[in-house]
T-cell receptor
Framework: AQKITQTQPGMFVQEKEAVTLDCTYD???????LFWYKQPSSGEMIFLIY??????QNATEGRYSLNFQKARKSANLVISASQLGDSAMYFC????????????FGAGTRLFVKA | DTGVSQNPRHKITKRGQNVTFRCDPI?????LYWYRQTLGQGPEFLTY????????KSRLLSDRFSAERPKGSFSTLEIQRTEQGDSAMYLC?????????????FGPGTRLTVL
């Protein structure tokens, strides 16, 4: 069973506008962590934001915020005020269990920011 | 630079040859992970080390693959008798601890092309 689902293969956004990248997940663990990574064309995985399953507030990191809806098992990434440098692949990921070490990634969403 | 480093960055080889990749984690990190990323997909977990002990291997890691971390510092991933299906980006990550809340820091990856 697919554990992380990203249904948007590609997204376009106008520079300076906000964009939401969708992510749903599946787990039976009560304790888990959700992550978003950015992968530019150079290939490195850049950590953006983390949300713990017990966190009651949505995580925010600068222009990034994570819209965590636990009952729906969704963890959407919101990027505000998009910049041209935001054009990249974005991966939603999850790690299960208190001692989890295996990060499970979705297939990714390619974001294109238009000038 | 104190990030995770990987060498080589690119490797082109002929089918049937052996290849070895190296990963140097962040110096104080005792956990090390290998992932494989094929074109258009998210990374997939391959194996995990805590210090020098290899604690988990994915079923993706066939008998032709071997990973070591002899002194609990750098790690090597060897692929014997390479096949075209081995062509992928091989990513290394490290972390200070395990658990679903610990950030895994990724290296730039080694891109393998098997002709």
């Amino acid at each position: 069973a697919q554990k992380i689902t990203q249904t948007q293969p590609g997204m376009f956004v106008q520079e300076k506008e906000a964009v939401t990248l969708d992510c749903t997940y599946d787990t039976s663990d009560q304790s888990y962590g959700l992550f978003w990574y950015k992968q530019p064309s150079s290939g490195e995985m850049i950590f953006l934001i983390y949300q713990g399953s017990y966190d009651e507030q949505n995580a925010t990191e600068g222009r990034y915020s994570l819209n965590f809806q636990k009952a729906r098992k969704s963890a959407n990434l919101v990027i505000s005020a998009s910049q041209l440098g935001d054009s990249a692949m974005y991966f939603c990921a999850m790690r299960e269990g208190l001692t989890g070490f295996k990060t499970i990634f979705g297939a990714g969403t390619r974001l294109f920011v238009k000038a | 630079d104190t990030g995770v480093s990987q060498n080589p960055r690119h490797k082109i080889t002929k089918r049937g040859q052996n290849v070895t990749f190296r990963c140097d984690p962040i110096s104080e990190h005792n956990r090390l992970y290998w992932y494989r990323q094929t074109l258009g997909q998210g990374p997939e977990f391959l194996t995990y080390f805590q210090n020098e002990a290899q604690l988990e291997k994915s079923r993706l890691l066939s008998d032709r693959f071997s990973a070591e971390r002899p002194k609990g510092s750098f790690s090597t991933l060897e692929i014997q008798r390479t096949e075209q299906g081995d062509s992928a980006m091989y990513l290394c990550a490290s972390s200070l601890g395990a658990g679903n809340y610990n950030e895994q820091f990724f290296g730039p990856g080694t891109r393998l092309t098997v002709l």
